[in-house]
């Protein structure tokens, strides 16, 4: 059974690992995606060109989520396009792993930017139209290093903490109107970024989760599905994580 069959779904930093995957679980129950890239149009055309064989409508955007005015742009333009929006992830996200001695401000910005400031945008232009009808569900990407910290990576677990209050925020104050926002908090998941890790570093990373394995994007990818589709409908504020238990 499809369960997002003609809505419309925007999934921003969608052109690899786990965006790609999410875009097209959303895909094959039948939504429309947009995705946004960052740098490499060639990915972004390779995913799209997948998703258009699922049967729906796929376009991809560059733009730089992090930025205020072309988040703007962004919404607007698939607005125009697809004619509507239905769910928005918010999955642009970076890196820029350092100890807090040796941290740039630029860093530190950079991470907090493209992390946390980019829901923030994304959310403030969308919202008119998921208010004025009455309906959408927001989903945002953060990490159980936003549960937990992380040795050498303030900058990252500060802005996917941030993003858990701002999820929380935002649902209570959109609950009225029918929209939900909820946040997902991944764990050790396999990506390109975890296939070029070393075996000792492997090792201890599945050392520390109880299921004594890494998980598939699809299995985060899944749980968007749920909480975009109304299987979730009585769903809203909530930060699930899927770390194999890690955050227990």
């Known amino acids: 059974m499809a369960l997002l069959t003609n809505k419309v779904s925007l999934v921003t930093g969608g052109s690899r690992g786990i965006g790609a ?26 995913v799209i060109q997948k998703l258009e064989t699922l049967g729906v409508k796929a376009k991809a955007y560059q733009s730089n989520a992090a930025d205020f005015a072309q988040s703007e742009v962004l919404i ?21 792993d350092n100890l807090l001695l040796r941290m740039s401000e630029d860093q ?3 991470v907090i930017d493209t992390n946390l400031k980019s829901c923030f945008n994304l959310i403030k232009h969308s919202s ?24 050498g990576q303030i900058n990252y677990a500060a802005s996917k903490a941030g993003m858990i209050g701002l999820t929380k925020s935002v649902a209570k104050e959109f609950a009225s109107r029918n929209i939900r926002c909820n946040a997902i908090a991944p764990g050790f998941i396999e990506t390109e970024m975890t296939h070029t890790l070393d075996e000792k570093t492997k090792e201890a990373f599945l050392k520390s989760i109880p299921l004594g ?12 599905l749920f909480l975009a589709s109304d299987q979730s409908s009585y769903i809203t504020g909530q930060v699930i994580s899927v770390c194999g238990g890690l955050s227990m």
């Not at 607007?76 to 820029?96: H, I």
């Not at 394995?213 to 968007?224: G, H, T, W």
């Open 21 to 46: 995957s999410i875009a097209e679980t959303l895909a094959a129950h039948g939504s429309n995606i947009a995705i946004t890239y960052n740098s490499s149009p060639e990915r972004a055309n390779e």
């Open 108 to 110: 530190w910005d950079q």
């Open 213 to 224: 394995r890494l998980a598939k994007p699809e299995e985060v990818s899944n749980l968007v």
């Open 128 to 151: 008119k139209h998921f208010m004025k009808n009455r309906s959408g569900s927001i989903i945002n990407i953060s990490s159980v290093v936003g549960l937990f910290g992380n040795a």
């Open 76 to 96: 607007n333009q698939v607005l125009a396009d697809f004619g509507g929006l239905d769910v928005l992830v918010n999955n642009a996200g970076v890196t820029k």
